[in-house]
């Protein structure tokens, strides 16, 4: 064996021991290329939404509210789940790693769909939100797609100009109120014929996404919207 690639595996190892890769759910210790642990990955809520992304349960919650290509989220979100726990951990523990990590599954699985998708446009945090946490974890999930698809990640094209309080514990009719004229266009360069999806972490009602297609439709025109998520809630009211 080359002197090189014996160094290499041994400081690989040595980064193994001090920091372990651990399954992005649950936390147990992995070999250094896997994500999650086998249990995990056999019990994790796929929702297999890219078999038919115009008809879905993601798709029903836009339908009638935004003029969309197609809807896609990796799991069920379920209170109390490893899908909860997962996405607890990339938004309030400092871990825009499996965001990114998510991002590059979902790639994975979503590929075939992507054609024609000009731009990855992850929905905008308020800079103070932003600020605080560090990161937006639905950029960190759109680098991912990135890296597997190479479609390039545009953040100049909508912004959130207004912190409005956590939709958390809110009905549809309050998470409408809550999101209602929050964007407002970044960029006035013409996306005209352009093909946009829009990412999130976690769609209850649609509302987010609601505010954040209709603001781009209805300030640029022939422009076609698509929408990934992470995680699609169980239920909505």
């Not at 991002?103 to 939100?129: C, F, Q, S």
């Not at 929050?182 to 999130?200: A, R």
């Amino acid at each position: 064996m080359p002197i090189s690639k014996l160094l290499l595996d041994i400081g690989r190892d040595l980064f193994q021991l001090f920091y372990p890769n651990t399954c992005i759910s649950c936390a147990k210790v992995l070999d250094r290329d896997l994500v999650f642990c086998p249990s995990c990955q056999f019990s994790l809520p796929f929702t297999g939404f890219e078999e038919n992304i115009k008809s879905n349960d993601f798709a029903t919650r836009l339908m009638n509210r935004i003029d969309f290509e197609g809807c896609m989220a990796l799991f069920w979100y379920v209170k109390a789940s490893r899908v909860q726990k997962m996405v607890h951990k990339l938004k309030y523990k400092d871990r825009p790693d499996i965001a990114k990590t998510l991002g590059k599954l979902a790639g994975d699985l979503w590929n075939n769909h992507l054609t024609g998708i000009d731009y990855l446009v992850p929905i905008p945090l308020h800079k103070e939100r932003q600020k605080w946490r560090g990161y937006n974890q639905s950029d960190e999930f759109a680098k991912g797609i990135s890296e597997i698809t190479n479609i390039p990640v545009n953040n100049d094209i909508i912004f959130r100009d207004i912190h409005t309080s956590t939709q958390t514990n809110k009905n549809t009719a309050q998470r409408m109120q809550n999101v209602l004229e929050i964007f407002s266009v970044k960029s006035s360069k013409s996306l005209e014929n352009k093909h946009l999806l829009l990412l999130d972490d976690v769609v209850t009602s649609g509302a987010t996404f609601d505010a954040a297609a209709n603001t781009i439709l209805d300030n640029h025109k022939n422009v076609k919207i698509s929408c990934g998520a992470i995680a699609i809630a169980d239920h909505w009211a």
